[in-house]
């Protein structure tokens, strides 16, 4: 399967817990997304990379979120000290450079992680 | 500021009948739009994007800027377009072109 991949698929914490997530992009994408999804909710931005680069956070990435995308390839995403308001979807998207800065490339997504805070 | 709508939560259509899925945008600049769906236990796709104007599984959506809509539609659905469908809206380069969803609308076409 050449598509986005995350791990793991279900991750149930107990709160205050730290957790990590993983995503490995398709491997010629530059750019990588996450996106978090609540019941009921759009998928919604949470940050971005261009490469390694972390480029743009969203507000909604709280202080205990931390994303880091060494050597522009695979990327985690870490929560610590989680709260019940964590439990969610956590969505991976990977998408090509844009060649032509009025236009994006299709992002692919992963199947999501699934947390739960107990 | 961005925003993204889909009013309906649950759209019931019998097979045959015509289906039209509601979006709804606010952006200042020149806006891309797109259609992401997601089947059962399958991941979130692309259906189409207003740039390509394409159509796809027998879907369409015109962009219309006057009155700001990105209305996704087909004429005779089919039970396999069962499905939650989402609208989202591309931010611009410094973004990274993250995408702005909607609520999304679930659609059951029924026999």
């Known amino acids: 399967d050449t598509g986005v991949s995350q791990n793991p698929r279900h991750k149930i914490t107990k709160r205050g817990q730290n957790v990590t997530f993983r995503c490995d992009p398709i491997?010629?994408?530059?750019?990588l997304y996450w996106y978090r999804q609540t019941l009921g909710q759009g998928p919604e931005f949470l940050t971005y990379?261009?490469?390694?680069?972390?480029?743009?956070k969203s507000r909604l990435l709280s202080d205990r979120f931390s994303a880091e995308r060494p050597k522009g390839s695979f990327s985690t995403l870490e929560i610590q000290r989680t709260e019940q308001g964590d439990s969610a979807m956590y969505l991976c998207?990977?998408?090509?450079?844009?060649?032509?800065?009025?236009?994006?490339?299709?992002?692919?997504f992963g199947p999501g992680t699934r947390l739960t805070v107990t | 500021a961005q925003r993204v709508t889909q009013p309906e939560k649950l759209l019931s259509v019998f097979k045959g009948a015509p289906v039209e899925l509601k979006c709804n945008y606010s952006y200042s600049g020149s806006p891309e739009l797109f259609w992401y769906v997601q089947y059962s236990r399958q991941r979130l796709q692309l259906l189409l994007r207003h740039i390509s104007r394409e159509s796809i599984k027998g879907f369409t959506a015109d962009l219309n800027k006057g009155e700001t809509s990105f209305h996704l539609k087909k004429p005779f659905a089919q039970e396999e377009d069962s499905a939650m469908y989402y609208c989202?809206?591309?931010?611009?380069?410094?973004?990274?072109?993250?995408?702005?969803f909607g609520k999304g609308t679930s659609l059951l076409v029924t026999p």
């Open positions: 989202a809206l591309s931010g611009n380069s410094n973004s990274g072109y993250a995408l702005n």
């Open positions: 990379f261009q490469n390694e680069a972390q480029l743009e």
């Open positions: 491997s010629e994408h530059n750019r």
């Open positions: 998207a990977s998408s090509l450079d844009s060649w032509d800065s009025r236009y994006s490339y299709e992002q692919y």
